[in-house]
């Protein structure tokens, strides 16, 4: 089975602190995702990388950064925590295939921003 | 992504077969159906998918109407545990990379 983790499921920060959400999936895909939730507004898309090094911002890239050192694992940067985005960060990943492949989610990190 | 509609609940008893619809009349040719799931509290867990043909997979099967203007995902029997949001999706190869959940359809599983 897929497997995507991500490094904590709740967090709790303060305004203007650094954060770090990582992600790790087993399966060799090439395409990872970081994605938020947030009541009333579904998932929105915040950065991917569809390898080593390269990413794409998504539709939410605003005070976020990325990073893709290996393959395996996908990290967001929040540069300086806002109570704005206190909010459900959801990882996935997906093989190469194109925009029909299956996207494997982790089990989310609920994160609040004090 | 073409629009899909869902009814936003329905609610079933354990152990008995669930059939969830999913409509979407201006599906293209190239158009696949997703469907995914979330449980409380977890993120969204891939169920099936499918092009023309019925699919069927260790979670649920999916019935296509001939048209393809609409489906159904079929729990076999629910368990407590199926309960869930679940959401019906087009993809096809000219979708964005980010997959976008309507309201779908919150699924209530009784004892």
């Known amino acids: 089975d897929v497997k995507v983790t991500q490094s904590s499921r709740y967090l709790v920060k303060r305004t203007g602190e650094k954060v770090f959400l990582e992600c790790v999936q087993d399966m060799d895909h090439e395409n990872m995702f970081w994605y938020r939730q947030d009541p009333g507004l579904g998932l929105r898309l915040i950065y991917f990388?569809?390898?080593?090094?390269?990413?794409e911002k998504g539709d939410i890239p605003e005070g976020y950064s990325v990073s893709r050192e290996k393959k395996e694992r996908f990290s967001l940067i929040l540069e300086s925590a806002s109570t704005n985005q206190t909010s459900m960060y959801l990882c996935?990943?997906?093989?190469?295939?194109?925009?029909?492949?299956?996207?494997?989610f982790g089990p989310g990190t609920r994160l609040l921003v004090l | 992504d073409a629009k899909t509609t869902q009814p936003n609940s329905m609610e079933s008893n354990e152990e008995e077969p669930v059939h969830l619809p999913c409509n979407h009349s201006t599906i293209s040719g190239t158009d696949y159906i997703h469907w995914y799931r979330q449980l409380p509290s977890q993120g969204p867990e891939y169920v099936i998918h499918g092009l023309t043909s019925n699919v069927n997979n260790r979670m649920a099967s999916l019935a296509i109407a001939e048209d393809r203007k609409s489906s159904t995902l079929i729990l076999h029997r629910a368990t407590l545990r199926d309960a869930a949001v679940y959401y019906c999706?087009?993809?096809?190869?000219?979708?964005?990379?980010?997959?976008?959940f309507g309201k779908g359809t919150s699924l209530l599983v009784t004892p």
């Open positions: 990388s569809y390898d080593v090094k390269m990413k």
């Open positions: 999706i087009l993809r096809d190869f000219n979708s964005g990379y980010a997959l976008n």
């Open positions: 996935a990943s997906s093989t190469f295939g194109g925009r029909t492949e299956t996207q494997y």
